[in-house]
């Protein structure tokens, strides 16, 4: 069984940086492309980053691109998002989750195995 927990989540001022981290239990965690997404409160979850399993290839929504930074340590089994210039919109839940192949991917149908999440709230 794997289990995904976040944390580092927080309130935060615009303009602000948090560092999600999401670490995985159980084995293979390197041989799986990882991502996050996101949920505000009354809208539908949304892609945010992912990463594949080398860690090379990463991909990012564009409302993050250039301020936020996915990344990854096979050998503590964590993915991290780096997030800075955190803005008012940026405000949700987030979510780490495990893809079913080793490459990335922004559909949340291509992940099977999702965390509980962490909030994020980034004040005006």
């Known amino acids: 069984q794997v289990q995904l927990v976040e944390s580092g989540g927080g309130l935060v001022e615009a303009g602000g940086s948090l560092r999600l981290s999401c670490t995985a239990s159980?084995?293979?965690?390197?041989?799986?492309?990882m991502g996050w997404f996101r949920q505000a409160s009354g809208k539908e979850r949304e892609f945010v980053a992912a990463?594949?399993?080398?860690?090379?290839?990463?991909a990012y929504a564009d409302a993050v691109k250039g301020r936020f930074t996915i990344s990854r340590d096979n050998a503590k089994n964590t993915v991290y998002l780096q997030m800075n210039n955190l803005k008012p919109e940026d405000t949700a839940v987030y979510s780490c989750?495990?893809?079913?192949?080793?490459?990335?991917?922004?559909?949340?149908?291509?992940?099977?195995?999702w965390g509980q999440g962490t909030q994020v709230t980034v004040s005006s």
């Open positions: 990463i594949s399993w080398t860690g090379v290839n990463v």
């Open positions: 159980g084995r293979a965690f390197s041989a799986f492309g």
């Open positions: 989750a495990r893809r079913t192949g080793n490459s990335i991917g922004t559909e949340d149908r291509l992940y099977n195995y």
